[in-house]
């Protein structure tokens, strides 16, 4: 039994600090191997890619995960190894209370990232209502160039850059369309398996904007690939496109 809250510890402050961090470690690891994209690691990386232009190691969050649970330990002072190794768990957990960001169920053909569509779920287009968004007048058609077999299906993880907003994950397959507002950049994200993990950024202009992407092959696991930043690319405009 522990000794309670700020009793003297038999156990060494430095054992208790690391079952802490250890903790809060495999927590974020397990998390990150389940839920890949969705995981509260890669929701602490977006979040600090707000605050640090360019950031996009989750590896870094995975350095940031031990350090939370030594704070934690070091603030209640658990009074055996078992009662730290919790405390990790429990306070890396906390990060993963807000709501899920799940990607969207079948492929998204056409996508509204204009900044009024910003709400707690995304807002898709659908053929019905195809006409209202062509009077925003900005667009771009994303094709995808698969340097092998194309995969059945992708994910693009959407920010409007000029507005600074993030739209979340969508399903999307080799070519999409991004509605909005003319001359918004918006920046993608792009994973598909066997396929190297690529970020681009596009410009939205008038309907006839079309965009070719190049994925080059890569069999690494895409939830190892995401240890590392997205290999960026450049979005070229389709032959036969001012």
Request: charged letters at 15%; zero cysteines.
């Amino acid at each position: 039994m522990g000794n309670g809250p700020g009793s003297p510890s038999p156990t060494p402050a430095w054992k208790l600090y690391s079952a802490a961090g250890i903790g809060a470690f495999l927590l974020g690891l397990g998390d990150y191997l389940r839920h890949g994209t969705q995981s509260t690691v890669i929701a602490l990386n977006d979040a600090l890619a707000q605050l640090v232009a360019g950031f996009d190691l989750a590896l870094v969050v995975f350095l940031i995960a031990p350090i939370l649970g030594i704070i934690a330990a070091w603030v209640y002072k658990p009074s055996t190894e078992r009662d730290a190794f919790a405390l990790g768990f429990a306070v890396f957990s906390l990060f993963a209370l807000g709501p899920d960001a799940q990607p969207t169920g079948g492929a998204t053909k056409e996508i509204d990232v204009s900044p009024a569509a910003v709400d707690t779920t995304f807002r898709l287009i659908v053929p019905a209502f195809a006409g209202d968004v062509d009077t925003q007048a900005g667009s771009a058609t994303v094709t995808l160039q698969f340097k092998g077999a194309p995969p059945q299906e992708s994910t693009a993880s959407i920010t409007n850059l000029t507005e600074g907003k993030r739209f979340g994950v969508f399903t999307i397959q080799d070519t999409f369309k991004l509605v909005g507002k003319p001359g918004d950049r918006i920046e993608l994200d792009i994973e598909a398996p066997g396929y190297q993990r690529t970020r681009v950024e596009v410009l939205l202009g008038d309907a006839a904007s079309v965009y070719e992407v190049t994925l080059p092959e890569n069999q690494a696991p895409l939830f190892w690939q995401r240890l590392l930043p997205a290999g960026k690319a450049e979005a070229v405009l389709a032959p036969g496109v001012n």
